[in-house]
């Protein structure tokens, strides 16, 4: 299993491919992103994302999760198991935080509504680009919600006093949040990935967190990283 390292995105007109099994929604979608950056191709099932992934290497795949032949989670996880270094966006009609909570830990950077695609993909785009996360105001209220709720001992000790974290601690912290492996984290920071898991284990161990989702709650808490 592999995982490549964060590639150099152009943020002025990045690469991207679009993925969704809606032909007119596809068309739709296709004429906005044509007007600010380059689209790489438009694909209709996740076996063939995978393939033009592959092939095209773009810098952002833009993915429905309702797929025929292979869903969206599972071609995410595909692509980076298999090394993909394309940031991912979901596109999707579901509003449920616990699809966007499993979004986000399939290693996506944003998550749009299909609803809102008009007004929001083409920000969300530019952001992930610029190694930003991005999720719809439509449902982040409730997706912080669900997470301070998910975990009430995290929040009742950050809560009595937020702990001091090393300056280092707070850049794999950001990164972990963003939703980068262990080795693009010490690819990035200029560590090895054995040192930035040692930097995750003792903020864990910290803050009492049990899981990365946990970290990542303490992250939007205090402001380290925004949604």
């Known amino acids: 299993m ?10 002025d007109r990045p690469t991207v491919l679009l993925a969704d099994d809606h032909p007119i929604f596809v068309e739709g979608v296709s004429t906005l992103l044509r007007e600010h950056f380059e689209l790489a191709g438009a694909v209709h099932d996740g076996e063939e994302l995978i393939r033009a992934a592959k092939q095209l290497c773009p810098d952002v795949i833009v993915t429905d999760l309702s797929m025929p032949r292979l869903d969206g989670f599972d071609a995410i996880r ?3 198991q298999e090394g993909c270094g394309a940031k991912f966006i979901v596109l999707t009609m579901h509003p449920e935080v616990e699809m966007a909570t499993e979004a986000f830990r399939a290693g996506v950077c944003g998550y749009v509504l299909k609803q809102s695609a008009s007004k929001e993909l083409v920000t969300a785009i530019k952001e992930v680009a610029n190694g930003r996360v991005y999720l719809t105001p439509l449902i ?20 009595v006093e937020p702990v001091s974290l090393s300056p280092r601690q707070k850049q794999v912290l950001q990164l972990i949040a963003e939703g980068r492996t262990m080795k693009e984290v010490g690819n990035m920071l200029n560590i090895s990935s054995r040192t930035a898991e040692a930097h995750k284990y003792e903020m864990m161990q910290s803050l009492g967190a ?7 709650q303490y992250a939007i808490r205090y402001k380290i990283v925004a949604v």
């Open 78 to 80: 595909r692509l980076r």
């Open 2 to 11: 592999s995982t490549a390292a964060p590639k150099m995105v152009s943020t």
């Open 210 to 216: 049990r899981t990365t989702a946990q970290l990542v």
């Open 140 to 159: 982040a209220k409730d997706f912080i919600t669900a997470l301070v709720e998910a975990q009430p001992s995290v929040e009742r000790q950050a809560a």
